[in-house]
């Protein structure tokens, strides 16, 4: 098979990572074909990429062919490109974070633990994806490196989410199968809503961070973005061992209060899912989960305790002369923090484990819906003032913050398009550490009529 033809295909949905291995292993596609138009295309991409790895990645992908030519391949997914968000160390290559002030850092010695985990599972590296500056915003504009602009059907330009905004778009464009991502307050399900594609926020520790560059390490975690709910598991089966999770048909608790606040595209397509759930046979509550409400009021009186350590991170830089060289919106919100109490994060710490429990009793087995997002991409231009950003950046990141503060773990879906092809998205999420059980839920809600029908709308475009 022509390996741009299965490229282009994989970038308009019409088959996911397992697919793509699937023609591996009958012979009808090699890995080091797939490789050179992945990295070929991403050579002719603009703000997606910070750095390409193409010797490594042909390297891998040529060893990963003999292997499937041979009937002993690594793993189910040996072969496949994956990118990296650039707080990822990759050994020879420099770790910047999206900062101008980190152009000129040493390159790693050695691969972060999650790239050595991949890398021995045969997976092929191409590459580190463009973020906001130091992972703090979820819009992913990025005026160093380029931002990855989404394009609507009307030419008109919008953001890509963050802060694993190249993350996003590197799957989105077909140039990756997988992108990893971190996710402190939203930057792996936002950028996943924003171009369409799936982005799953693990809990915390679930995935070893060793060279990772963090943002606030009581709120940090990882995820992938991909393609399909199946290529999250067949790569959560590789770094966590395939535990066996008895599949239970899953219930849900919608909390339309939430749709209710969003846009109209978002809240119309909302209810739509809910009512293909309903009518495929699963059981969906409809009610505010107050739990969640808790920890969005939480949030809007005392503020972000993860802005409290992202301030603590990178206080000598902002007192430095390298300060001048960062995104200007960046360094105010980094500043701005710095005026927070030490005592949102002590009484954040502190709470936590009562709040988890509190919104395990309140969802006693049930798999909360929300919107991921409560409006779709946000226009680029408006952007360039000040005020503008600071708002819509707290916008976007206001319905994932609660997640993350309560570290649940959460599958961002597409859930449909508006007229100019912008994305809508489902956040659905459980307590910290259900992440099998979730996993599972998800896949049921991605092959029910709605969302497979959204699929296809997304593909006909």
């Known amino acids: 098979m022509n390996a741009e033809t299965i490229r282009q295909q994989f970038q308009q949905g019409q088959i996911d990572a397992c697919d793509i ?13 797939f490789a ?8 002719r991409s603009q703000g997606i990429f910070i750095s390409l790895t193409p010797e490594r990645a042909f390297q891998e992908a040529a060893a990963a062919t003999v ?15 994956v990118a990296w968000k650039d707080l990822f160390d990759i050994a020879n290559t420099r770790t910047t974070a999206g900062s101008a002030t980190r152009k000129q850092a040493i390159p790693a010695a050695s691969d972060a633990a999650l790239v050595t985990r991949l890398s021995q599972a045969g997976l092929v590296n191409i590459g580190k994806t463009n973020l906001s500056e130091f992972a703090f915003s979820g819009l992913g504009i990025n005026p160093a490196f380029g931002t990855p602009l989404i394009i609507a059907r009307d030419g008109s330009e919008h953001v890509p989410g963050g802060s694993s905004s190249g993350s996003a778009r590197a799957v989105s464009e077909g140039l990756a199968c997988f992108a990893l991502g971190t996710d402190t307050a939203g930057s792996v399900r ?3 809503a924003f171009s369409g594609i799936i982005g799953y926020r693990a809990s915390r520790k679930r995935y070893e961070d060793g060279g990772v560059f963090p943002l606030a390490t009581s709120l940090d975690t990882l995820g992938p973005l991909c393609r399909s709910v199946r290529d999250v598991r067949a790569l959560d089966e590789i770094l966590c061992g395939g535990v066996e999770v008895e599949d239970v048909t899953p219930y849900f608790i919608a909390d339309t209060s939430l749709f209710d606040q969003a846009s109209y595209a978002v809240r119309d397509q909302s209810y739509r899912a809910l009512e293909r759930l309903e009518a495929k046979g699963y059981r969906v509550e409809r009610r505010p989960l107050l739990t969640f ?6 949030i809007a009186e005392h503020g972000w305790p993860g802005a409290v350590e992202a301030f603590q991170l990178h206080a000598a830089l902002l007192s430095s002369p390298d300060a001048e060289k960062m995104d ?12 927070l109490s030490t005592t949102v994060l002590d009484d954040f710490l502190q709470q936590r484990a009562e709040w988890q429990k509190a919104m395990t009793d309140e969802l006693a087995g049930a798999v909360l819906i929300t919107p991921t997002v409560a409006h779709t991409a946000p226009l680029f231009p408006p952007l360039h003032d000040a005020a503008a950003f600071a708002n819509t950046n707290s916008a976007t990141l206001r ?7 309560l570290d649940m773990p959460g599958v961002a879906l597409p859930s449909g398009q508006t007229d100019d ?3 809508t998205s489902l956040l659905f999420s459980l307590p910290a550490g259900e992440d099998d059980r979730l996993l599972m839920a998800a896949l049921h809600a991605a092959d029910t009529d709605f969302f497979q029908h959204t699929l296809k709308e997304m593909i006909n475009g």
């Open 21 to 33: 291995a699937a023609l591996f292993a009958q012979q009808q596609l090699t890995p080091l074909a």
């Open 36 to 43: 050179e138009c992945c990295i070929a295309a991403a050579q």
């Open 67 to 81: 292997r499937w030519q041979q009937g002993a391949p690594l793993s189910a997914l040996d072969g496949i490109p």
């Open 190 to 192: 936002i950028p996943a």
């Open 293 to 298: 409400h808790a920890a969005l009021s939480w």
């Open 328 to 339: 200007p919106f960046i360094r105010i919100r980094l500043a701005a923090s710095g005026q």
């Open 399 to 405: 319905l994932t913050m609660p997640g993350s503060l």
């Open 421 to 423: 092809g912008l994305f």
